[in-house]
């Protein structure tokens, strides 16, 4: 935990080098503040300037052009976009979870039949993992779906017990990691405004159940003047 946000990943290389690696699905315009506080932090901390990377995981243009700027301030951070990632090492790795990854990669041709081929050597129960993990990440990305049917048709000829796309309680389970993912993005933002947030607006938060509104609430809580503003909108 750093500052009011907690950071991503923070490790360091074989060479000493500290790396700050932060994941980033849609603009929050809070994000590039976010990052000088996590360095002015972790240099605090450990007495060594980190390499931070943001690494943009999510649809389009990246929003971000990795500076953020306040009067004489001015800082800079390192900017990926993952789409544009060369996927050939991630998809090569002997871990499953790289080949997941792989997914939101820049992916080259025959990638979908590469991943199936994986797919089949794994066993049942590690493969119906595997699936719904892929079938998640689809999800936050829409120039993917059209490629994916390639690998639901793959997947529609294995041994699988379940048709996931039907199952209700994959589809439930799905949804339900969607709105607590909301619910946390909300809060964050707010702590990231204001500081400590009131336990009954936390509960209040807590208790919605429709991505929508919660939706509104993250904008609402980045726009906000104070929190009485906020939880008068809430």
Same mark, same amino acid.
């Given at each position: ?11 360091? $290389? ?11 699905? /849609?603009?929050?315009?809070?994000? &590039?503040?976010?990052?000088?506080? !996590?360095? +002015? ?8 300037? &980190?390499?931070?990377?943001?690494? !943009? ?5 990246? &929003? ?8 004489? +301030?001015?800082?800079? !951070? ?6 544009? $990632? ?49 079938? !998640? ?21 294995? #041994?699988?017990?379940?048709? $996931?796309?039907?199952? #209700? ?15 946390? +993005? ?11 947030? #009131?336990?009954?607006?936390? /509960? ?9 509104? $919660? ?20």
């Amino acid at each position: 935990m750093f500052g009011k946000g907690r950071a991503d990943f923070l490790g360091r $290389l074989d060479d000493g080098t500290l790396v700050h690696v932060e994941l980033q699905v /849609q603009h929050d315009p809070t994000l &590039p503040e976010r990052m000088v506080e !996590y360095f +002015l932090a972790i240099r605090q901390r450990f007495g060594q300037t &980190p390499v931070q990377i943001l690494l !943009y995981l999510g649809d389009g243009p990246v &929003p971000y052009d990795g500076t953020f700027k306040a009067g004489p +301030l001015s800082f800079t !951070y390192t900017v990926k976009d993952l789409k544009e $990632l060369n996927c050939e090492f991630l998809l090569n790795s002997p871990d499953p979870n790289d080949n997941i990854l792989a997914v939101l990669c820049r992916r080259s041709e025959g990638f979908w039949e590469r991943l199936s081929e994986r797919l089949m050597r794994l066993p049942e129960t590690e493969r119906m993992d595997f699936v719904q993990r892929v079938s !998640y990440l689809v999800k936050l990305r829409r120039d993917l779906s059209e490629e994916y049917e390639a690998l639901r048709k793959e997947v529609r000829s294995m #041994p699988i017990v379940i048709d $996931l796309e039907k199952d #209700p309680a994959y589809r439930t389970g799905i949804e339900k990691g969607l709105i607590v993912e909301a619910r946390e +993005l909300v809060i964050e933002a707010l702590e990231e405004r204001f500081g400590s947030v #009131p336990e009954d607006i936390k /509960q209040k938060i807590n208790s919605i159940e429709d991505r929508a509104v $919660l939706k509104r609430l993250h904008r609402l809580a980045i726009r906000a003047g104070s929190l009485e503003d906020f939880r008068q909108g809430l």
